[in-house]
Each structure stands twice: as C-alpha cells, then as structure tokens.
C-alpha cells in the first residue's frame, strides 16, 4: 500500500512539473514573453518522460 501511495505521488510530481514546463514553453512563444526571452537567450525544455524499460514491474522482497 505504501510502495502504491509512493507511485501515486510520483505520477503527481511528473504532471506538475510537465504542467509547469509547458506553460514555460508556451510563454516562451507569446508576446511579451517571446521578446524577453530571445534576449535572454532562454530555450524550450523537454516534458519528463520514462523510457518504457523503465515502467516494467520491479520485485520487491521485505524479510
């Protein structure tokens, strides 16, 4: 039930922080925005993502 509540919170943290990046990266294309960041030299970051060999099941063994 733990190790569950931990993927929960997991899953939560990645679709914030994707959440934050895309409203990041949209900004980045809007007026204002798009002024201040050319000069700043910022550019777009990658949405978090989790290569398929990693999501497999891991097996977990308590003693």
Do not use: H, W
Not at 38 to 50: A, H, N, S, T
């Amino acid at each position: 039930e733990r190790i569950s509540g931990l993927e929960n919170e997991l899953a939560d943290r990645r679709e914030f922080y994707n959440d934050c990046v895309t409203s990041y990266n949209i900004r980045l294309q809007s007026i204002p925005d798009l002024i201040v960041a050319k000069l700043m030299k910022l550019k777009p970051i990658e949405l978090f993502k989790v290569a398929e060999e990693e999501k497999k099941d891991v097996e977990i063994k308590f003693e």
